[in-house]
């Protein structure tokens, strides 16, 4: 049988009846503040997933054993942010009302607003880890509400107090820091304290968004993003952290801000797919 060349993450060819998990491309960047490029991130990591093996020798376990379900990336309006976000959020409301774990693959971080709106609404009393070098907490940039650097000061009108959990933070105006002092669990530079936050969340037995800027990762092992900042986390530091997180109630995920044409060498888009390979094989039940 010839069949058409329909281009998935690596292993995650399941059909959308049978997958527990859906992934959905959100290739947007439009309100980007400094080098745009992260429109290309999901479809740059299907294309060279293909590189990776689909075992993971760290997990002791395969894609190939999961079911998960591409569904490809969504047509978006790059001339309006609000269009863009109502039509991811759609795309998540589908997928949450299959009864299904959506795993957004971004695109600059606004993106997540989109998602966070959906997954709310089905989940109250949601709390977000946050994994970023910048603390995203501007109450608006130049203007704009609306901006992938406001984007966790827009859940935080969604969730409320106490409800953020933020680590690896070494970047923000002293307005955004004092903002999360007051109002976000706030862990700057480091993982340091995201186990005793997972014991808690898992203690409360409450829903759990998994948000993960990839630019938290250093950028002398992922230059290829927009806003690079120097004193990130290494592969290893968040690859335990994701499998700490993956022990709390998480009901939806996104990976964003891989801009894959700012690294010619193109390790960074091998390291986005293996940050998600083994976000995948942690979160899978
Ligand atoms: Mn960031």
Known sequence: MILPNIETFIGCESSFEEASIV???????????FRPG??????????????????SPYQDKDLMDISVFDSGD?????GSSEMALSDIEKRAEEIL???KFPLLLGGEHLVTLAAVRAVAAKYPDLHI???????????????????HACVLRRCHEIVGDGHIHQFCIRSGEREEFQFASRHTDFHPFTFEGLEETIRELKEKQVPVYFTID????????????????????SFLELLKAIRTV?????????????????DASG????TACKVLRELLLAIAK
């Open 267 to 270: 390790v960074s888009t091998a």
């Open 129 to 147: 880890i946050h994994f970023d070098a910048h603390a995203d907490l501007r109450d608006d940039y130049l203007g704009a509400k609306l901006s």
């Open 97 to 99: 009302g299959a009864g």
């Open 23 to 33: 992934l959905y491309g959100a290739p947007f960047d439009s309100t980007t503040s």
């Open 214 to 233: 990839l630019d938290c990762l250093d950028p002398s092992v992922f230059p290829g993003t927009g806003t690079p900042e120097a004193g990130g986390v």
């Open 38 to 55: 992260a429109r290309f991130g999901p479809s740059a990591m299907r294309h060279e997933s293909f590189g990776l093996e689909t075992y």
């Open 74 to 78: 969504l047509e978006l309006c790059f």
């Open 246 to 262: 993956s022990q709390a109630n998480v009901v939806g995920a996104d990976v964003n801000e891989l801009a894959p044409m700012l």
